[in-house]
């Protein structure tokens, strides 16, 4: 039969054990003490002697067991918390089961997280094709080069521009003539 006791149940048995011997030792120097007190005494004291009876020795069982009132304390001790909170959707360790560090104890719900990633993916698109919108305003090309033709505004201008010189060279004629 196997026991196995706590640290406290322990201790208080070391206690106890402790206890009874420094009794024991008291009482049994304390009785010497006293006997050799009697053996030095003059034969005329007044003390009675103690009469001593010795029975045989039997054999008899003896609980196996302890009774205590206490709290149980694990010697370690984990704490397990999630990088995510979330529900559980599956546990993958039993309880009182050794795992390793790193080992995989539960799975949590990821569709929220799925859908997350999934509006982030479509937000890094959008924000693509709004560079593209820019940079085909701003006359840059595929390969990072500036074109200003290619710019509305400035199309616009230099047309307003060569309208300005044709209207420049038409005063200028009628003027000479």
Known sequence: MQFILTAQQKLFLR??????AVSFTF???KAQSESDNRRNAP????EATISITTDRAVSRDVPAFIQSTGTLV?????????????KVVNVYANVGQFITQGSIIARLD??????RVAEAEANVKQAQAAVRQAEARLGL????????TTI???RAANANYEQAQAELRQAEANEKR
């Open 15 to 20: 206690i106890l054990f402790g206890v009874l």
């Open 27 to 29: 009482a049994c120097s």
């Open 43 to 46: 034969e005329g004291s007044s």
């Open 74 to 86: 694990a010697q370690e001790i984990s704490n397990v918390a999630p990088k995510a909170a979330g």
């Open 110 to 115: 990821d569709n929220d997280a799925r859908l």
């Open 141 to 148: 090309e595929a390969n990072g080069r500036f074109n200003a």
């Open 152 to 154: 509305p505004e400035v």
